[in-house]
């Protein structure tokens, strides 16, 4: 089975740090991706990326950064923690198969601000 | 106005019952996606379906391209049923997701 392993269940940090959440993939998947979900909005894009090194713009990146320096890893960062960004984060990693994307989600990271 | 709607929004049902959630969406899609999430834990992916109609145990997941609208049918419902269940389109490397259907299965 694939597996996304994020690092954290829970985090908590304070307004202004600089937070990073990791999430490694075991299967080889080409794309990875970032999403945040807050009650009332469902799962919204943040940041995904089709390859080492290459990143794209989701629907709310502001206030983040992405690095991909493995094929296996997909690190998202908050460079100044802010109170709004309070939320549930998944990670998801997909690969292309025919027309459709073998799609798969790790557990999610529960990240308060304070 | 989101991409894919579902409903209902929340939904109580009593152990045992047959369980329906609706989704439609509006955009173009090659593969509607269900997906299960438990309270506190990640997602599980349930079905993806282009045409016809899946079958895993006691879940059934069908779509109808021309009405661009899936079910997600839940056959004799159990507390462990509780969950949120979300519809996902993809097209490309688009995905679109619902807000998902928060379902209590009551014993």
């Known amino acids: 089975d694939v597996k996304v392993t994020q690092s954290s269940r829970y985090l908590v940090k304070r307004t202004g740090e600089k937070v990073f959440l990791e999430c490694v993939q075991d299967m080889d998947h080409e794309n990875m991706f970032w999403y945040r979900q807050d009650p009332g909005l469902g799962l919204r894009l943040i940041y995904f990326?089709?390859?080492?090194?290459?990143?794209e713009k989701g629907d709310i990146p502001e206030g983040y950064s992405v690095s991909r320096e493995k094929k296996e890893r997909f690190s998202l960062i908050l460079e100044s923690a802010s109170t709004n960004q309070t939320s549930m984060y998944l990670c998801a990693s997909s690969l292309l198969t025919g027309n459709h994307y073998g799609y798969t989600f790790g557990s999610g990271t529960r990240l308060t601000v304070v | 106005k989101n991409e894919v709607e579902q409903s209902p929004q929340n939904l109580t049902a009593q152990e045992g019952e047959f369980i329906t959630i609706n989704c439609s969406y509006s955009?173009?899609?090659?593969?509607l996606h269900w997906l299960q999430q438990h309270p506190g834990g990640g997602i599980v992916s349930l079905f993806m379906?282009?045409?016809g109609k899946k079958k895993h145990g006691r879940l059934i997941a069908t779509i109808n391209i021309q009405e661009k609208h899936s079910s997600l049918h839940i056959t004799a419902s159990h507390p462990r049923d509780s969950a949120v269940y979300i519809c996902?389109?993809?097209?490309?490397?688009?995905?679109?997701f619902g807000t998902g259907t928060s379902l209590t299965v009551i014993p």
């Open positions: 996902a389109g993809s097209g490309g490397n688009q995905f679109y």
């Open positions: 955009v173009g899609i090659s593969a």
């Open positions: 990326s089709y390859d080492v090194k290459m990143k």
């Open positions: 379906l282009s045409s």
